[in-house]
């Protein structure tokens, strides 16, 4: 009978997919066989969904893991990780499963792998309740990159909710270790940019979210240059399944701290509305004057963790997810976070890295 190094119990706190993702993942890198229970019990559809079950097999496949309980509504996982492997490999989560999601569960794990690794990944690339795809290449791949993290995001073809047939493929080139950040205060705003899609409908509805957008920060006294691309596509030349929009923000400062803003397209939407979400998540967290968005502070915890010496970041929300993703780093990794502030709030998140390192 295996021994299990660790146990998680899947409805703590946020009791999302976050807690699987982050835990396979730092198991994966520590050799530490896991059981997670209870997966997802605090969501309408609880246990392993599609989008669950690809990052599973896919960071087993990378690992060489031994795993029990991979099967669509699971509530139970023993994972057992082998060895880390480099190479090509493919993932297919189908329909609209979230390839951002899928890439933040096993990015970490690249990261340390022997050697390059390129992965294909089918799905959904803009979908409810995760990272839009834009989010993952323009504000997180450059945020971890301060890290010394290497990566890049091609995306193929866009994959919208319900029928997906979104294709992205991701290029790691792995590191020995992590570096540390303390980035606290962002400095000034020197622009703002952003994607505005849309694919199987007109070219004016990425044009109203974007100039929704662009008019929502410049009421807010944005005076620094705003540059939004458009993104669509002929009736005769678009591939993709749709339909489909959204829009994803970023403001860069004088010290290239990046954050984000974002929202999604739906029908009955207007496309009015999704421009001024977006702009106004963006103005919100800006407002704040901390380093790092609501979200990449929760991306960051277990990078800071793994790193090789002393992080502290400032976040513009102390949301559930980082409170969450903290609880789980400290389990498996054995450090402890220091964070200042109240939940929902800006804050700051303090630990020593464990300096991990790639293990030959």
């Not at 246990?47 to 496949?61: D, F, N, R, W, Y």
């Not at 329909?95 to 933040?104: D, M, N, P």
């Not at 739906?266 to 704040?288: I, N, Q, R, Y």
């Not at 979200?295 to 992080?311: K, R, V």
Request: glycine share 10%; with cysteine; net charge positive.
């Amino acid at each position: 009978m295996t021994t299990i190094d660790v146990e998680i119990d899947g409805s703590i706190l946020e009791g999302g997919g976050q807690i699987l993702r982050t835990s396979l993942a730092l198991a994966a890198l520590t050799g530490k066989s896991i059981r997670i229970y209870n997966i997802r019990a605090k969501r309408s559809n609880p246990g392993l969904q599609a989008q669950h079950l690809t990052g599973v097999k896919a960071i087993a496949e990378l690992c060489n893991a031994k795993v029990e309980g991979a099967y669509k509504g699971s509530m139970e996982l023993i994972f057992i990780p082998g060895k880390i492997r480099s190479g090509r490999f493919r993932f297919d989560i189908g329909t609209a499963g979230s390839i951002s999601l899928v890439i933040q569960a096993i990015l970490p794990v690249l990261v340390f792998a022997p050697g390059r690794v390129e992965v294909d990944i089918t799905g959904g690339t803009d979908v409810r309740w995760s990272p839009p795809i834009d989010y993952v290449r323009y504000v997180m791949i450059p945020v971890l990159s301060k890290l010394g993290v290497r990566a890049e995001v091609i995306v193929f073809r866009r994959g919208h909710y319900p029928r997906g047939g979104g294709h992205v493929k991701l290029i790691v080139d792995p590191v020995d270790h992590l570096d540390p950040i303390v980035d606290v205060e962002r400095s000034d705003i020197k622009e703002i940019r952003g994607r505005s899609h849309c694919v199987k409908l007109p070219k004016h509805v990425a044009e109203r979210q974007a100039r929704s957008a662009e008019g929502y920060l410049r009421s807010r006294g944005y005076r620094v240059p705003i540059n939004i691309e458009l993104e669509y596509y002929p009736p005769d030349r678009d591939p993709h399944l749709g339909p489909g929009s959204g829009i994803v923000l970023w403001a860069i400062t004088e010290r290239e701290e990046i954050l984000g803003g974002d929202s999604l397209g739906e029908k009955g939407k207007p496309a009015e509305e999704v421009g001024k979400e977006a702009a106004v998540k963006l103005d919100e967290d800006l407002s704040t004057k901390m380093a790092f968005d609501r979200h990449m502070g929760d991306m960051l915890i277990p990078y800071i963790a793994l790193a090789q010496g002393y992080s502290k970041i400032g976040v513009a929300k102390l949301t559930l997810h980082t409170i969450t993703n903290i609880h789980i780093v400290e389990k498996i990794l054995n450090v402890k976070f220091k964070v200042e502030g109240e939940q929902e709030k800006p804050g700051t998140i303090e630990v020593n890295g464990i300096g991990y390192r790639r293990r030959s």
